[in-house]
């Protein structure tokens, strides 16, 4: 009788986890940056919601801070997960 030997091969396992405490910061920080810029862009409420006031939909702070607001969250969100 011949007797095979079992040629398992153990794999090792690495449980190091894929983000660090600073990658989930920066994730963070760019959630609240993301939402802080969604928040400009909402406004606030009018006066009168019966008369249309064009300074205030058109406003430098909704048309252009709010936006480089959301796209620096997202630039911070990329950064955080590529960071080593």
């Known amino acids: 009788m011949s ?3 079992d040629n398992k091969q ?3 396992v690495d449980h190091t986890p894929l983000f ?3 990658n989930f ?3 963070l920080l760019g959630g609240v940056i993301i ?3 969604m ?3 909402a406004g606030g409420k009018s006066a009168d919601p019966t008369i249309f006031n064009d300074k205030e939909v058109y406003s430098t702070l909704r048309i252009t801070v709010a ?3 959301i796209l620096l969250g997202l630039v911070v969100e990329v ?4 960071k080593k």
């Not at 950064?79 to 590529?82: L, M, P, T």
Request: charged share 15%; glycine share 8%.
């Open 79 to 82: 950064y955080a997960i590529f």
């Open 39 to 41: 928040l400009v862009m």
């Open 67 to 69: 936006p480089i607001l």
């Open 25 to 27: 910061l920066l994730m």
């Open 3 to 5: 007797t095979k030997k």
């Open 10 to 12: 153990h794999s090792v």
């Open 20 to 22: 660090g405490k600073k």
């Open 35 to 37: 939402a802080a810029g």
